[in-house]
């Protein structure tokens, strides 16, 4: 891959933030597609992508066989699919059943969750940032449940899903694209087999327009990847961490927006927390040099 400037590492890592920001409006784009079918889709069209990228720059696939396919990896392998997968799956029909608004409340605590998880599962101590900020959004997320509890669920499925995703990943050696690959082939038997049972029931081939933006859903998956596993090993993490509250930004922006969803006042008041909980848990874990995980949402 060849040498890019801290600029260009920048504007890469921008514009896979600002794609998985805008991505609701792509999905709900893939009605009246069910979250199932769409999701069989971004499986099966992500897989035929990242393959012929993945053989393009690799000159062949015999590497999958000796550094991807081996028994010592199959467990952590079919784990991550299946996490990924719920988590798509979860996030798809959030946005196209009115859930936008919760979806992004649930990318806004994910670090906070991944943090957790490393203080349970891997012994690592919680510096300050994330015992303040923590906290705070805790408070936020209380209050919220307090008066939304009935789309929770999905802020939390999104959030555990993906920060767990993150633990099975955190040994893996495969670089993001590979990953996508793999998740996307142990995915592929269940994808299948289902489009081929929906058959002239599905939406794929009935509308020109329709069909093409389901082909593109492998493509709107696997390039925002790409660009940020092109721009992460150049950037500071520091920098990333701030990238990081782009995409929920404007997820949220949307679903008050464009599609219309209500935010109680309650709900306001405990998302303000969330959000000074995040900016309080990220600004300290700079300032001590302990950046936040990077993470890679939907």
Not at 164 to 183: D, F, H, I, M, P
Not at 250 to 262: A, K, P, R, S, V
Request: one cysteine or more.
């Amino acid at each position: 891959m060849p040498e890019i400037s801290r600029r260009q590492a920048l504007a890469a890592a921008s514009a896979a933030y600002v794609t998985w920001g805008f991505l609701p409006p792509f999905l709900a784009s893939l009605k009246p597609a069910g979250p199932l079918e769409i999701l069989a889709h971004r499986v099966v069209w992500s897989f035929v992508l990242v393959l012929a990228l993945l053989f393009a720059l690799r000159g062949g696939w015999a590497w999958l066989w000796t550094s991807v396919f081996t028994r010592a990896a199959l467990p952590s392998l079919i784990a991550a699919a299946g996490l990924i997968g719920t988590n798509w799956l979860v996030y798809i029909w959030a946005v196209n059943n009115g859930h936008v608004v919760e979806a992004s409340l649930g990318y806004f605590i994910n670090p906070l969750v991944i943090v957790l998880a490393g203080v349970v599962l891997f012994g690592e101590r919680m510096g300050l940032g994330a015992r303040i900020g923590g906290g705070i959004t805790l408070a936020g997320v209380i209050v919220i449940s307090a008066a939304s509890w009935q789309g929770l669920w999905v802020s939390l499925s999104l959030a555990v899903s993906f920060a767990l995703y993150g633990v099975v990943k955190k040994r893996s050696t495969l670089t993001a694209l590979q990953g996508l690959l793999v998740e996307s082939a142990f995915l592929l038997p269940l994808a299948v087999p289902y489009l081929l049972w929906l058959g002239p029931d599905g939406q794929f081939g009935r509308a020109a327009g329709l069909t093409t933006l389901m082909v593109l859903a492998g493509a709107v998956t696997a390039l925002p990847l790409w660009c940020f596993a092109v721009a992460a090993p150049r950037l500071p993490f520091g920098v990333l961490g701030v990238l990081q509250y782009v995409s929920p930004t404007i997820q949220f922006l949307l679903g008050i927006t464009l599609f219309g969803e209500h935010v109680t006042l309650t709900y306001w008041i405990g998302l303000i927390a969330v959000w000074i909980g995040s900016v309080t848990y990220l600004t300290l874990t700079i300032r001590a040099h302990q950046p936040p995980p990077a993470t890679e949402p939907v």
